[in-house]
């Protein structure tokens, strides 16, 4: 046990001085626990070559930046045997690779070793000593046997036979939990409360992937990807393969807000039992403290990196999570030259260290991924995955986690059912924001919970008139039939009500990338369908088809005046801006819409049989899949006994994805 009296430097301790079975007795918390994790990490060989006075070329690895100023000052700095060269970033000209080589070269040759100290060797120190080292030795965080060591020299009392895992801890943070005369319980206590509430003051949050869903409820493309990730992570901990023969060390997950990309996260760390580091270009700017600074942003990037490295080097691999990854990585090539000479130092860096990351798998996260840097995707740094919002099934999964023991009597087939109502475009954040009003409700009445809960806050009950929500039917009746007139696949159509929009029908696959006037023609007769369909079966058009005659407008506007498919090959940079003052851009845009909207017209007469089933059913059922129009067409016609605003389960239907139309926005009614 050290008295207080002991807390000064020893400069006689020398780390190669000493047997190797004599532990290290420094004065300080700090010094002994830099000595005792240099000294568990050195081959026993080694220490003893030094000794002799071999000339040996070390690099030494750290856990974090701030583990490199104690490491350096364990090893003897005794400029007649060994030469210690510190560097963790913090000086960008003095800490570059191409500094100092000249004197690496002159100490080896004059017979002194020279230990090089880093949390990123390749990043800061000299190329050449990096080059011509003797050997790379990893210094990882204590273990519970150098803690229980510690303790007995620094503190007072008993030790616990429990002892927290540190790995994720700064070294001064691990420091400053051992205070002058206290207790050892106190010091542990300090310890457990520090890792439990993860690194937020430096880095990012080091979070809790227990709380993450499992693989499974993950969309099949992403659980594919978890799956391969986790291969690869497992060969190259069992030492099968190198790093760099990693398949996807990492992924930039693209996609809207909400679509389950920090999930993904999340739970691949889950499932990999590693530790999950997160953090975001925005808060990252907020710790800097001098907001705005090139050097305190650098150095919080770096920091999280380091981060991520710390852990991965004591748990053989991490996640490390940046969201908003296009605010750290933005597109120079969108900037103008002051933005870009602003910003290319940080990207530089954020390339730089995309392509080092041993043991780190990076998962970007970007609601704007068209924003970030081509030069973040290119092979050998992040593999872009676009992450679209998942199916009913899938959703239902995440629910069935989420809920718990909730609703476990309700069938599979009924919970499938009423998630679709919510319609394709809904995200995993929105089924969490689900199971907690569907159990809020429960808990505030007392009771279990129940379907009834879910369908209330899924889609809630429909307030507009019944003129109004048969509309709403008869538009996207009219999209569905022009959609199968097209010789497309309908994925979806709904008439629940979303904000302004009624409705909502969307198409399977995807659309062609190079269409033609043929494919201009029939995608605008869908879009004016909903409008001909009211028109034909209901004597009027609405206020309802705003949004269409937009798109169909702009579409023709493109598709003649930039795309060289009408009468003119004269190219315009944005043709529907100019149509106010193109009077002959806008009398062709015109003259076509007249046409089209006839021949929308003609196929709502020749099919209004089949509108008005469809329309049925919606009013019926809210929400309609492809296979579910399919049957409705197949089967002899049968007429309903009128508008029906009972929801009753739609039967389940295939996952898909595709362009959509967005039915009627009634203003000023109950929409």
Known sequence: MSKLSDLQRNDDDDLFDRPDDDAPAPGSVADALAGACLGAALPADLRRRIRRGATVAIIVQAPGADWCGPLARAVRKDPQKIVCVSRDGSARRDHDPAHGNDGVAADLAGGRSVIGVSQDPPQFLPSTL???ADAHVHVRAPNAKVLRSL?????????????????????????????????ARDVVANLVRIVDAGKTATVGAIRDA???????????DLRRLARDIASGVADYRAGRIRWRDVRTPGVLLAGPPGAGKTTFAAALAKALDVPLIVDSCGRMFARSGDVGHLGTIA?????VCDAARAAAATKGASILCLDEFEAACPDRASMDRRGRDFWTPIVTLVLTLLEDHAGVIVVAASNFADAVDAAAVRPGRLTRVDVAPPG???????????????LSGVADADLVATVRLAGPGATPAQAAHWARDVLHAARDARRDAGLDDLLRVVAPPDHRSPADRRVAAVHEAGHCVAYLDAGLTIASTSIVARGDSGGETRAAGRPSMFPTRADLDAGVVILLAGRSAEEIVLGG??????VDLAMATRALADGLGAHGLGDTLLHRSDPAATLTFDHALRAAVEADLARLHARAKDLIR?????????????LTRR????????????APPVRSGGPKDVATDAGPGPKVRGPKVRGPKIRGRNS
């Open 130 to 132: 990096v080059a011509v």
């Open 151 to 183: 303790l007995r020299k620094h503190a007072n009392g008993r030790i616990p036979d429990a002892l927290p895992d540190v790995s994720t801890l700064g070294f001064h943070e691990i420091v400053a939990c051992f205070r002058p005369g206290a207790a």
């Open 210 to 220: 227990d709380d993450a869903p499992p693989l499974d409820c993950l969309p099949a």
């Open 299 to 303: 150095r919080a990037m770096q920091d």
């Open 392 to 406: 009913a099934d899938t959703l239902a999964r995440i629910l069935r986690w989420r809920l718990g023991d909730a």
């Open 541 to 546: 058009a609405s206020t309802g088809a705003v």
């Open 606 to 618: 020749r099919r209004r049989d089949d509108v008005e089933r469809i329309a049925d059913a919606l």
């Open 623 to 634: 929400f309609l899949t492809g296979d579910d129009v399919a049957v409705l067409l197949a």
